[in-house]
């Protein structure tokens, strides 16, 4: 029992416990059990559970040697991390070897919990009433008008072995997810990479991340679709197991709002430009079909067409997909709102897809069209024999050329800043492009022998280049200017939102905290009245009301008017009682104050005490 006191109180503040027990073995006893964990460690099937097993034949009949506590140090700005990334929707989730009491003190100083969050704890070893209190939260929480409240879970490892069972994750997952945090305690190895796999199987479309500082993490950090190992006192087995590694807790912020939100923003412009390139590439000849009655006929020069994705084309979007930046790096660090993007899909999903999808048809068929037609119409004062009519590698490298153009001009639309590199490395992809093109001009056996300088001295060439570039690059940046004016002041609603929201949370929590403040006061100045008059009467040689058979009637202090007034739920004396009334009678006067409190239910509808000094009402 002492050591059970003491374990309780030092996990109340915050300290990290351990029991240390042994148990003495008899020399046959070791060597007996020694032979059967042997064959579990080197068993081919089912390994793990034959160890369990073998363990579990040891570690009985213990004698209790005693306990200890230390302080396990926060590293710095874990507090911040956790909540900025509470505010960039990312649901936290904490999973410790701690006892509840500390793992729930550890929750308040890491900021994963707060006095706005009400608390669901779930513990106890019968699967019945791990199923009943579920039942019970899962209910509760689907109530109309809980949808404002705001809870926090707590799971002991003793309920996770129950609730982590198939028939039991779902509704789980339910109630987690009705959560804004949720803490997971005296949880094993194994159950933090189950814990994960409940996830991943629940909710099928989420992206999970774990992270981790010792060897007990591994099983976790292999068990998430990303892991993170911090380097740290407790070794290196994490950081070799994870996929990236960092010292400190507080670089993560930096990993995921930063970097991991530019990595999602980029690559998601790198995916879809993919496909809107070659599908500008390739419609022009599906159009084309129309006018050959799909024969077949090729319409791109082969040489040309080959080069198109590996010089022409490929530069511009590689240097966009590594360098390009549309906020400052420390404005992204403060205002999480920019990383809601990514768990919102805002950038790539199917709309997005489609869409990118439809501006390469649309844009194909402007290329087709100006390439067909308006290359070939004659603007000619003589007959016929002064017209001229382009041939079909002419149309084809107005067409090709035009794909090059525009799927480069498109980058510059893309990028949200248009560095000196990229516009060095546009203009070498264009002229690459000329260099080719030139190059293959200048064979007599080559297809496109002698266009060159033909194709270039064509008015019409020009007009159907200036009208691809009106139809699609102007079009296309009108198109992103406009969405640009809807989409950044709704940014900036979301960001003053934010702002207010966290401002209001503050001031309650504030709120909150001081009225919690002002309660331990009251308690504390209740211990301290109480003490000076069993010291009163100890002075004076009387017995305190416990050993008269009476009930304590030392008075609670309020600052409400300076007020005594007795604790809420006290019972007093036969004598008090019986004066209450003769007491309200005499001070009720009119206009003047009547009578004295004695508890919340005697008040009485009376009106307030004078503000007078607490010493005038201690008699």
């Given at each position: 029992?002492?050591?059970?006191?003491?374990?309780?109180?030092?996990?109340?503040?915050?300290?990290?416990?351990?029991?240390?027990?042994?148990?003495?073995?008899?020399?046959?006893?070791?060597?007996?059990?020694?032979?059967?964990?042997?064959?579990?460690?080197?068993?081919?099937?089912?390994?793990?559970?034959?160890?369990?097993?073998?363990?579990?034949?040891?570690?009985?009949?213990?004698?209790?040697?005693?306990?200890?506590?230390?302080?396990?140090?926060?590293?710095?700005?874990?507090?911040?991390?956790?909540?900025?990334?509470?505010?960039?929707?990312?649901?936290?989730?904490?999973?410790?070897?701690?006892?509840?009491?500390?793992?729930?003190?550890?929750?308040?100083?890491?900021?994963?919990?707060?006095?706005?969050?009400?608390?669901?704890?779930?513990?106890?070893?019968?699967?019945?009433?791990?199923?009943?209190?579920?039942?019970?939260?899962?209910?509760?929480?689907?109530?109309p008008g809980r949808d404002s409240e705001q809870y926090a879970l707590v799971l002991s490892g003793d309920a996770l072995i129950h609730a982590l069972?198939?028939?039991?994750?779902?509704?789980?997952?339910?109630?987690?997810?009705?959560?804004?945090?949720?803490?997971?305690?005296?949880?094993?190895?194994?159950?933090?990479?189950?814990?994960?796999?409940?996830?991943?199987?629940?909710?099928?479309?989420?992206?999970?991340?774990?992270?981790?500082?010792?060897?007990?993490?591994?099983?976790?950090?292999?068990?998430?679709?990303?892991?993170?190992?911090?380097?740290?006192?407790e070794g290196h087995q994490a950081a070799r197991s994870a996929d990236y590694s960092f010292g400190e807790f507080k670089f993560l912020r930096r990993l995921l709002l930063v970097h991991g939100r530019e990595c999602y923003r980029r690559n998601t412009a790198l995916v879809c430009y993919s496909f809107y390139k070659n599908a500008l590439l390739v419609l022009p000849q599906f159009w084309f079909g129309f006018l050959n009655n799909f024969s077949g006929l090729q319409l791109y020069e082969s040489f040309l067409y080959q080069l198109f994705n590996i010089f022409f084309a490929s530069l511009p979007i590689i240097i966009f997909a590594v360098f390009d930046k549309d906020h400052f790096a420390k404005q992204l660090y403060h205002e999480p709102v920019h990383y809601w993007q990514g768990p919102r899909h805002e950038l790539f999903n199917n709309n997005v897809f489609w869409k990118w999808f439809g501006i390469g048809v649309y844009q194909a068929l402007i290329i087709a069209f100006a390439s067909f037609y308006i290359l070939a119409s004659n603007f000619v004062s003589g007959g016929v024999s002064d017209?001229?009519?382009?041939?079909?590698?002419?149309?084809?490298?107005?067409?090709?050329?035009?794909?090059?153009?525009?799927?480069?001009?498109?980058?510059?639309?893309?990028?949200?800043?248009?560095?000196?590199?990229?516009?060095?490395?546009?203009?070498?992809?264009?002229?690459?492009?000329?260099?080719?093109?030139?190059?293959?001009?200048?064979?007599?056996?080559?297809?496109?022998?002698?266009?060159?300088?033909?194709?270039?001295?064509?008015?019409?060439?020009?007009?159907?280049?200036?009208?691809?570039?009106?139809?699609?690059?102007?079009?296309?940046?009108?198109?992103?200017?406009?969405?640009?004016?809807?989409?950044?002041?709704?940014?900036?609603?979301?960001?003053?939102?934010?702002?207010?929201?966290?401002?209001?949370?503050?001031?309650?929590?504030?709120?909150?905290?001081?009225?919690?403040?002002?309660?331990?006061?009251?308690r504390a100045l209740q211990v301290e009245a109480k003490a000076t008059l069993l010291k009163q009467w100890a002075a004076e040689g009387r017995a305190a009301p416990e050993e008269r058979g009476e009930v304590d009637v030392v008075p609670r202090v309020s600052l409400f008017g300076g007020r005594i007034a007795p604790p809420k739920d006290s019972i007093f004396s036969k004598e008090i009682l019986a004066l209450r009334e003769d007491i309200v009678r005499t001070l009720t006067v009119p206009n003047v104050h009547r009578g004295y409190a004695f508890s919340q239910a005697d008040m009485l509808d009376l009106d307030p005490l004078p503000r007078l000094p607490v010493e005038n009402y201690q008699n």
């Open positions: 029992a002492p050591t059970w006191t003491a374990l309780e109180k030092f996990a109340a503040i915050g300290l990290r416990t351990l029991i240390l027990a042994q148990r003495r073995l008899g020399e046959e006893e070791l060597a007996k059990w020694s032979s059967i964990y042997g064959e579990a460690q080197t068993a081919m099937e089912n390994r793990d559970a034959k160890v369990e097993e073998a363990q579990e034949l040891i570690e009985k009949d213990l004698e209790l040697v005693g306990a200890t506590a230390i302080e396990d140090k926060l590293q710095d700005e874990v507090g911040e991390t956790i909540a900025i990334l509470k505010e960039a929707g990312i649901s936290v989730w904490v999973l410790t070897g701690d006892k509840i009491e500390t793992a729930i003190n550890i929750g308040f100083s890491c900021k994963l919990l707060n006095a706005l969050l009400t608390r669901i704890v779930i513990d106890g070893k019968e699967e019945v009433e791990i199923k009943r209190r579920l039942d019970e939260e899962s209910q509760r929480l689907s109530a069972k198939p028939e039991m994750g779902a509704e789980l997952m339910a109630i987690a997810s009705r959560c804004k945090a949720v803490l997971c305690c005296r949880v094993s190895p194994k159950q933090k990479a189950e814990v994960v796999t409940l996830v991943r199987r629940e909710r099928p479309q989420a992206v999970t991340l774990a992270i981790g500082d010792g060897a007990n993490d591994v099983n976790m950090i292999t068990a998430a679709h990303v892991g993170i190992g911090i380097k740290g006192v017209a001229f009519v382009p041939d079909l590698w002419q149309s084809g490298v107005t067409a090709f050329g035009a794909c090059v153009s525009v799927a480069n001009f498109t980058i510059l639309l893309l990028a949200n800043s248009w560095s000196l590199l990229i516009l060095v490395v546009l203009s070498l992809s264009m002229l690459v492009y000329l260099l080719a093109y030139f190059l293959v001009n200048s064979f007599l056996s080559a297809e496109l022998y002698n266009t060159f300088a033909e194709l270039f001295g064509l008015p019409t060439f020009w007009l159907a280049n200036l009208f691809i570039f009106v139809a699609t690059i102007m079009f296309d940046a009108a198109r992103r200017r406009s969405t640009k004016y809807v989409a950044i002041p709704k940014l900036m609603d979301e960001i003053k939102e934010r702002r207010a929201s966290k401002k209001k949370e503050m001031m309650i929590e504030e709120q909150l905290l001081a009225q919690k403040a002002e309660e331990e006061r009251e």
